[in-house]
């Protein structure tokens, strides 16, 4: 009898001892899991952020600030002033408003923002308008810079990310124009197409 109870003393021991460890891994996958959730939201409010700003300067016609946000590389092959006297030309032909953003997808230093601006066409017709556009960003130094602008660099930050350019291959920009209640794709009348 008296070598039954310690056994069982030490069963009970055992089982305690399993379900503290049991309890503290679970506790650590769950502090890593929520820990990489975090991660993942705050370098989406980040992305968020960067292109809300860009949308901003654009806006408020704060080309320098414009300039500011673009890569190093873009920066490399366009001048402050060809960049905004380039921006300062389409500023009779609509007026932005408001920017919407949606999905936000981040995978290390690049990132995908789909947008919609919205705004009002006034040359060649007045009209309200709207672009559809995926924003991409690319993180440097610390911030990210809206490379969208810059095909060679995004080309080559997704050939360095197979998995995120199979997932979120690039779909060109489309133009959409309200008339009579339906928005007419514009970009894709030449192929005789439109979008109610």
Aim: hydrophobic share 40%; glycine share 6%; proline share 3%.
């Amino acid at each position: 009898m008296n070598l039954k109870i310690p056994k069982q003393r030490m069963k009970v021991k055992i089982l305690k001892i399993l379900n503290k460890s049991i309890l503290v891994f679970a506790a650590f996958i769950v502090g890593i899991c929520g820990s990489t959730a975090n991660a993942r939201t705050s370098a989406e409010q980040d992305v968020r952020k960067a292109a809300q700003k860009v949308f901003e300067d654009l806006k408020a016609r704060r080309y320098d600030e414009l300039y500011n946000s673009l890569p190093e590389s873009s920066r490399g092959r366009v001048t402050r002033e060809s960049f905004a006297s380039s921006l300062k030309k389409a500023e009779d032909f609509y007026k932005l408003e408001r920017l919407e953003i949606a999905a936000v997808r981040v995978s290390g230093d690049i990132a995908v923002a789909d947008t919609t601006m919205f705004g009002h066409v006034l040359k060649p017709i007045d009209s309200e308008g709207k672009i559809v556009a995926q924003q991409y960003l690319i993180k440097e130094g610390g911030s990210w810079k809206v490379a969208t602008g810059d095909r060679t660099l995004v080309r080559r930050f997704l050939a360095q990310n197979p998995e995120f350019a199979k997932k979120f291959p690039v779909r060109p920009s489309r133009v959409l124009i309200n008339r009579d209640g339906r928005w007419i794709d514009v970009s894709a009348l030449r192929q005789g197409r439109s979008e109610r």
